[in-house]
């Protein structure tokens, strides 16, 4: 039994322990880190693909629009806005895009703390003006 103050022999069993316990943790947190990384995650990138295979029109910009999402680093709203002066910004992590020249629109909701953006929604400008933006909610396809 070891009383307090006195040191310890170390190991190799101890020395393997404190390698798998750091080899734990970095991988605990690499995940966390990538959120911070400056370049935003892409969620739901299923809804653009399954949108531009009904709409191929859209599959350019829209596959453009995810790439320059990838790479952007929004802190705060105004950071897209500067990135995408006609995008409209529902809440404060609520926006609207314009795809293809207005053709189409997509919703998006940004966790700008995680640097996650989420696919909520994408239709033609004709379904856009049926649905309350403020309150759809993705759906997940198949």
């Known amino acids: 039994m070891q009383r307090r103050g006195e040191v310890r022999k170390v190991d190799d069993r101890d020395s393997n322990k404190v390698a798998r316990v750091a080899e734990l943790s970095v991988a605990a947190i690499v995940p966390i880190l990538g959120a911070f990384s400056g370049t935003m995650r892409l969620i739901a990138k299923k809804t653009i693909v399954n949108f531009y295979m009904v709409h191929s029109t859209a599959k350019g910009s829209l596959e453009a629009f995810a790439e320059e999402v990838k790479a952007a680093n929004w802190k705060k709203p105004s950071d897209v806005i500067e990135a995408y002066p006609s995008a409209d ?40 003006n049926k649905i309350d933006v403020k309150t759809i909610s993705y759906v997940k396809s198949d």
């Open 89 to 128: 910004v529902i809440t404060g992590k609520r926006f609207v895009f314009n795809i293809k020249g207005n053709s189409y629109r997509l919703v998006a909701d940004i966790e700008f703390r995680l640097s996650q953006m989420y696919i909520v929604w994408i239709g033609t400008h004709a379904e856009y």
